[in-house]
């Protein structure tokens, strides 16, 4: 059966279908040695696929992995500058299908989300979805309830409106803890956000992805999904993105 060359190399594992995209943009996709565009299809029973010079395969079993990032991880497969990723704390895993779901930045810790099936993957990650991301941040002093308005109507950073979906003020002394939840996941938008209303972000942790929670993880540790958990978040994504349809 013939399938767009994004869907099948996100069934492969290799990587996301939004990441599959970007790969056959920059030439590096090849079916029978022709280099392809995007918007070819392929069969992935007859076609010969390669992705940087390795042979696309079908993936054997899915594999769906809970990960507690630590602050100074990098979110990627590889790091150019040769910093420890995500990938280097499985230690008894088979990465070279393996990839994250999205991405925290280097100063964030928390949930994590790591797997081979890129269709899981681009439910998760594309905003039109809206999983909720919730996360726990500690700010520099103490937001009233005009700036959480503020935060919650939308801030504008460099001509785009970034927003929360909610906002809790958890307790303060000099400093507030909060709990925020997106639907966007902009780069750096809590950071962003905070540090344009006056209030920079100390610290910064994802605790809740959709109905998955980091219970009680701690950092560099994981676990598999079950199969009931992959299956109430991708039932709960698709959900979000009918209702929003």
């Not at 996301?16 to 992935?44: C, H, P, Q, T």
């Amino acid at each position: 059966m013939r399938e767009r060359l994004q869907k099948i190399i996100a069934k492969s594992g290799i990587a996301s279908r939004r990441k599959a995209e970007e790969l056959i943009k920059e030439g590096r996709v090849f079916v029978n040695g022709v280099v392809a565009g995007l918007g070819d299809k392929a069969d992935a029973e007859k076609d010969i696929i390669k992705v940087d010079g390795q042979i696309v395969k079908p993936l054997n079993k899915k594999v769906y992995i809970l990960l507690y990032k630590p602050t100074g991880y990098v979110t990627t497969k590889s790091d150019e500058k040769h910093r420890p990723t995500v990938m280097d704390l499985l230690k008894k895993e088979e990465k070279r299908a393996l990839f994250p779901v999205g991405r925290l930045d280097i100063n964030t810790e928390g949930l994590i989300l790591i797997t081979n099936d890129g269709d899981f993957a681009n439910l998760i990650i594309n905003p039109q979805t809206k999983v909720e991301k919730t996360y726990l941040v500690k700010v520099r002093g103490v937001p009233d309830k005009r700036v959480i308005e503020r935060l919650l109507t939308g801030v504008n950073i460099d001509g785009r409106v970034l927003k929360a979906k909610r906002v809790t003020l958890l307790g303060h002394r000099n400093n507030a803890w909060l709990k925020v939840v997106l639907t966007e996941g902009k780069k750096n938008q809590i950071r962003r956000m905070f540090k344009k209303v006056g209030h920079p972000v100390v610290k910064l942790k994802r605790v809740k992805i959709g109905s998955i929670e980091i219970g009680d993880l701690k950092p560099g540790e994981y676990r598999r999904l079950t199969h009931k958990e992959v299956e109430e978040l991708m039932d709960l994504a698709s959900r979000e993105n009918k209702d929003g349809d």
